[in-house]
Nanobody, 127 residues
Framework: QVQLVESGGGLAQPGGSLRLSCEVP????????IVWFRQAPGKEREGVSCISKSDGKPHYVDSAKGRFTIFRDIVKNTVYLPMNSLKFEDTSVYYCASVFLASSPGAAVATAFIGSWGQGTQVTVSS
C-alpha cells in the first residue's frame, strides 16, 4: 500500500488556523475516498473528516462542523483540511488515509487501508 504524506501541522493559538495537506499518489483520488483522522497519546483514533471519491461529498465529526473544511485538488493530487477556530482539544497528530467507505468519518477510519497513512503531522493548540 502506498503511503500518503501529511503536512501543515504546527503550533496555533486557540481561535487560530492551520491548513493540513495530504499528498496522494497520482490517480488515487479517482479510486479512493480519503479520511483525515487524529490520534492523541493514550486516546482512540478519531475520524475528523472524509471526502468521497465519487462526488467529493464531505462529512465531518460533530466537533469539526463549521470549523474544518475538507476539499481535494485532483490536479495537484492533494486533499486539504483547513482548520479554523482551533481549540485546545484539537491538539493531536493528524493523519490522512485512503479508505473504502466515506459515509462518515467513523466509517472511513474503520475501513482505512492499513499502511496507507504516513507519519502524520502534529497539531498543537496552546496559548
Amino acid at each position: 500500500q502506498v503511503q500518503l504524506v501529511e503536512s501543515g501541522g504546527g503550533l496555533a493559538q486557540p481561535g487560530g488556523s492551520l491548513r493540513l495537506s495530504c499528498e496522494v499518489p497520482e490517480f488515487t483520488l479517482n479510486h479512493y475516498s480519503i479520511v483525515w483522522f487524529r490520534q492523541a497519546p493514550g486516546k482512540e483514533r478519531e475520524g475528523v473528516s472524509c471526502i468521497s471519491k465519487s462526488d467529493g461529498k464531505p462529512h465531518y465529526v460533530d466537533s469539526a462542523k463549521g470549523r474544518f473544511t475538507i476539499f481535494r485538488d485532483i490536479v495537484k493530487n492533494t486533499v486539504y483540511l483547513p482548520m479554523n477556530s482551533l481549540k485546545f482539544e484539537d491538539t493531536s497528530v493528524y493523519y490522512c488515509a485512503s479508505v473504502f467507505l466515506a459515509s462518515s468519518p467513523g466509517a472511513a477510519v474503520a475501513t482505512a487501508f492499513i499502511g496507507s497513512w504516513g507519519q502524520g503531522t502534529q497539531v498543537t493548540v496552546s496559548s
